[in-house]
């Protein structure tokens, strides 16, 4: 283990991870003896939790957890200030390459979505060049420890952003390296932001709506009429609709689960009109015979002609044939994102409405004005497709306000 830089590595611990200078010798005392107790060991290999698990017979709890903070700490010096060998030495970045390779084909084998396939190797080359001077095989759980602290007090990320980067780790590990990752508690969480979500009024809605063409008018409508994601409302087949109830099943949605939810009657014959129009796709590509459209998961496999049968065709489906990224297979795929993105901040400005909105502030709406109008959280929770009743209760700080009958006190002035 390299010797330090006392006065260097005391300033990096107050002022990098914010540990009075009162405290910080005391951090100062775990490192000295975790480098003394490195130099006597004959492993390598998860070296800091050896080291933990030492201390625990002979310490108090607290003092384990400042001892495992103070190492993290360290390591975390170690990659900002390492010698200039290690930050010189020439990287092999092949062994990496197909390290993230081979995870790409395991997301695949386990069916995760494309966007989770981007954000995973995004996170994985992240990690790849945090850690470039080691070789795949000897990075452990200490270096996640380091990454992610790194990304917190170095590049100040959101705590989802830190989540989805642990996430990404874990299974690199799990299912690549075929290692486990435990005891991160001396992780520096980022920051928790308390932020309330945006909220339109139904009468900025109106207006928003008003300046939007077929089908992003279409789609707005569904998404706020039934608290859809984005993505939820593109990814939607012709047998997901259910007009004699007015419901709408969501296949698949975050977290891999299937629920069902509202299909206002206002959009309902609107949404009857745009199918009839869009059935000259599915005609144009059955005559071309053209592949069928993406099937989930292993379904394709099992049923290789159900992507040809109009049942399974895209709602919102694209005027043009795109390559499929993955299979490279060319075929109709859906509507992209970025389009209603792109119209639904343009009706915005033509609106006028002085708000930040986006696509997804329709959803918050959604459920904001449901508990505004009397229906239950947990009616709420399920169709949104919360797994969690705590996400959905952040709706309630909107909808309770000035509803407990306060008066403000320049409402009283002459």
Known sequence: MELFDEEKLKLFIEEKFKVSSYRSPFYISWIK??????????????????????????????????????????????????????????KDNSTWKNIIFNMREEIRLQNKSLQTERSYIYWVKKFSDYSSYKEPESVNQDDVKAFLTYLAIEKSVAISTQKQSFNALLFLFRHVFDKKILNLDSVIKSRVKKRLPLVLSQLEIVEI???????????????????LRLSECLNLRIKDID????????????????????????????????I???????????????????????????????????????????????????????????????????????????????KNASVHTLRHSFATHLLENGYDIRTIQELLGHSDISTTMIYTHIASRNKLGVISPMDKLD
């Open 33 to 90: 003896k975790f480098t003394t107790y490195v130099e006597h060991s004959d492993s390598k290999a998860n070296i800091q939790d050896a080291f933990i698990t030492s201390l625990d017979i002979k310490y108090p709890d607290w003092q384990v957890e400042q001892a495992d903070k103070a190492i993290t700490i360290y390591l975390s010096f170690l990659r900002t200030n390492g010698n200039s060998r290690q930050k010189n030495k020439a």
């Open 209 to 227: 709506i008003k300046h939007l063409n077929n089908p992003y008018k279409l789609m707005a409508e569904i998404i706020y009429g039934g608290g």
């Open 243 to 274: 007009f004699q109830n007015n419901i709408l099943t969501i296949r698949s949605g975050k977290g891999d689960k299937d629920r069902q939810t509202l299909l206002s009657k206002k959009s309902a014959f609107a949404l009857k009109e745009h």
């Open 276 to 354: 009839q129009q869009i059935r000259h796709f599915y005609e144009d590509d059955r005559f071309e015979n053209r592949p069928g459209v993406e099937l989930p998961k292993a379904l394709e496999r099992k049923f290789p002609n159900a992507g040809k049968e109009w049942t399974w065709f895209w709602v919102f489906p694209s005027a043009k044939i795109s390559i499929d990224p993955r299979s490279y297979i060319a075929r109709r795929h859906h509507l992209y994102s970025s389009s209603l993105q792109k119209y639904f901040k343009e009706a915005l400005r033509k609106s006028k409405i002085p």
